[in-house]
Antibody, heavy 119, light 107 residues
Framework: QVQLQESVPGLLKPSQTLSLTCSVSGGSISSGSYHWNWIRQSAAKGLEWLGHISASGNTNYNPSLKSRVTISVDTSKNQFSLTLTSVTAADTAVYYC???????????WGQGTLVTVSS | DIQMTQSPSSVSASVGDRVTITCRASQGISSWLAWYQQKPGEAPKLLIFLASSVQNAFPARFRGSGSGTDFTLTINNLQPEDSATYYCQQANNIPLTFGGGTKVEIK
């Protein structure tokens, strides 16, 4: 069973760049059958899907984030990452990584990590 | 984007009751719908996928139904451990989108 663990980003100031990593254990990130997702949850917006990447590197992003978001994979470390530029207070949320096998639902979730953006 | 509308936003019921939660998609999504259960301080857990397939970790009192735009999550014989917030999610179109959630409380 795949398990996921997000890194802890610390406190961010407005305009900074958020970088999160999700470590994958119990399976290979190179498996061609998985989508590796980032999802966030805030009181204001509820659950919001940010995007995903496949083992081949194909990505899909939520258009609401425009060009601020990038998801990448590091197969040597069995990790995938989220980068979100120009953060504002509206990006304050619990960020989850999640995996989907042969589907666009999320069978396995990380525990979540709180990201706070404040000056 | 496909909008997912859940109702009610909250429900309070007694142990042994039947609870019904509805989820409506702004356009047809066939059976590409999932339900999640989330308890405070925890990540959501996949409860139902493909509208009606219940994950093995959950008991048979959970039932999902529907297709197209209208879906239902039914909890039969409500138990104290079912107290949680339930979310629907469409898996048909990018961006993937969630409903606003339904909080189930035990009286």
């Amino acid at each position: 069973q795949v398990q996921l663990q997000e890194s802890v980003p610390g406190l961010l100031k407005p305009s900074q760049t958020l970088s999160l990593t999700c470590s994958v254990s119990g399976g290979s990130i190179s498996s061609g059958s998985y989508h590796w997702n980032w999802i966030r949850q805030s009181a204001a917006k509820g659950l919001e899907w940010l995007g995903h990447i496949s083992a081949s590197g194909n990505t899909n992003y939520n258009p609401s984030l425009k060009s601020r978001v990038t998801i990448s994979v590091d197969t040597s470390k069995n990790q995938f990452s989220l980068t979100l530029t120009s953060v504002t207070a509206a990006d304050t949320a619990v960020y989850y990584c999640a995996s989907g096998y042969l589907s666009n639902w999320f069978r396995v979730w990380g525990q979540g990590t709180l990201v706070t953006v404040s000056s | 984007d496909i909008q997912m509308t859940q109702s009610p936003s909250s429900v309070s019921a007694s142990v042994g009751d039947r609870v019904t939660i509805t989820c409506r998609a702004s356009q047809g999504i066939s059976s590409w719908l999932a339900w999640y259960q989330q308890k405070p301080g925890e990540a959501p857990k996949l409860l139902i996928f493909l509208a009606s397939s219940v994950q093995n970790a959950f008991p048979a009192r959970f039932r999902g139904s529907g297709s197209g735009t209208d879906f239902t999550l039914t909890i039969n014989n409500l138990q104290p451990e079912d107290s949680a917030t339930y979310y629907c999610q469409q898996a048909n179109n990018i961006p993937l989108t969630f409903g606003g959630g339904t909080k189930v409380e035990i009286k």
